[in-house]
Structures are given as C-alpha cells and as structure tokens.
C-alpha cells in the first residue's frame, strides 16, 4: 500500500485533486478575473441554495448535495482568508464549479480503483489516520474529534480515507513508481530556498536554510507527490474523457 500523505491541517477532503492543490479544469479561481455577473456572497458566507440534489453524475453513480457542500464550504472558507489578504473577492460561482470538478474526479478514479480491485485494509486506513493525525500534531482522537466539531464524524473520514488510499494505490499500479533526478532535486531546492529568503525579507530576518544535502529527503518526496498529482490529474481526465459525465450546475 502506498504511504499515504494525505493531510491538509484540519481539514479533511473527498477530493484528492483538490488536495493537490489543482483543479481537473487546471483554473484557479482565486485568480481567475471576477465579472459583475459572478456570484458573491456579501454576508462572507458561502450561498448554497441554489446547489441542486444531485450536483453530479458519473457513470451511473450520483454525487450529491450533502456530499457538495462539506467540501465547498471548506474550499470557501479557505479562499476568503485568501481574498482577505489580497483583496479580491471569492468568484462563488468559479468555486462551485471546481468543487463539482474534484468530486468527479475523485469518484471517476475511485470507481477504475475499484474495478482494477485496488483493496485496502481497516490497519491501511489506521495506519494513515495515525500519519494524518502526527502531521497536524494531534493524537488521533484529538484530530477526530477536531473534524467532529467541523461536521464529519468518524465514519465519514475513515471512508473519504479509504478513498484516498485506494486512488494512490490505483496511481501506483497506473504509473509505477515516480524517478527523481538530480536536477528536479536542485530546482525544488533553489524554489524553497527563495521563498525562505523572501519571508526572511519580509520580517527583517536572515533565511538560515539548510543544505540541500540536509534537505534531499524532503525534497525528493516533495517532487516525486508533484509528479503523483499531476498524473491524478491527467489520468482523472482521461477517465473523464471515456465516461459518461453530467455536471447539474
């Protein structure tokens, strides 16, 4: 079974392309241009009313609203602290669509995962709640009843979970294993480097950046879930292509 990685803080996700940090459309919608004619919530609450039952459709199987929601209010809480800092207002309508965009992405992959009959076990999923957990520097009871309090309850992360672990496992089984050169080594290590330097500016601070000798492990796990992310993508949008996909927004 693949390790997984799966964590973003608090926040548990059903969409690995949104955990990725991209899109299936490759937009951003934070950065997207806002028309007059985009939605927008003036109260700083995300407006849900006009989601319909059914948000989506993929091969049979329906994504719904309760489904939807969770997951966009937790993408929309995100970009307003976003919007806050930069100015821009949240493109509501951008968001919903990229929210529907993930939830069908991650469905489509988690059907092919179980049509290849990827499997994975109660201890998989332990064992990565435990990692999850320790990376948001909590226990596990700690981190679980932190989603508690956020609306999703045990049975629903160890299921999105589940998820997860078996979309990693059908990448792996899709790709194989991901090489790393020495150059991507390098250009991951120059990108971190100047972004140390950069919040050293900002705070009058010196960067104190390690080697990039001390910094390899980390790196080449860093390049090597780039390039897993990018082939969930591409290959969600494959499967995409070849089937039968209604959108309801």
Do not use: H
Not at 191 to 213: C, F, L, N, R, Y
């Amino acid at each position: 079974m693949v390790k997984s990685k799966w964590w973003v803080g608090l926040a548990v996700s059903v969409s690995v392309v949104a955990l990725a940090g991209c899109g299936t459309s490759g937009d951003d919608p934070s950065a997207a241009p806002t028309s007059p004619a985009a939605e927008q919530s003036d109260a700083g609450a995300p407006n849900t009313d006009d989601i319909p039952d059914v948000v989506a459709e993929v091969n049979g199987e329906q994504i719904t609203k309760d489904e939807f929601v969770p997951l966009y209010e937790t993408q929309y809480g995100q970009m307003m602290m976003a919007a806050q800092q930069g100015g821009q207002p949240v493109d509501e309508a951008a968001l919903k669509q990229q929210t529907a965009d993930n939830l069908v992405s991650t469905e489509l992959l988690r059907q092919e995962a179980d049509r290849r009959g990827i499997e994975v076990t109660d201890d998989d999923v332990a064992t990565a709640l435990d990692e999850t957990a320790q990376a948001s520097q909590m226990s596990t009871e700690e981190f679980l009843s932190a989603m508690n309090d956020q609306g999703t309850d045990e049975a629903r992360v160890n299921e999105e979970m589940k998820t997860q672990l078996k979309i990693e496992g059908l990448i792996a089984d899709e790709f194989g294993e991901f090489e790393v050169t020495d150059e991507e080594i390098g250009a991951a290590y120059q990108q971190a480097k100047d972004q140390q330097e950069q919040m050293a500016a900002q705070t009058g601070q010196e960067a104190q950046v390690p080697s990039i000798d001390e910094m390899r492990p980390q790196l080449e796990e860093q390049v090597r879930s780039d390039k897993a992310n990018e082939a969930t993508q591409q290959y969600a949008g494959e499967l995409q292509d070849q089937g039968d996909v209604t959108i309801n927004l």
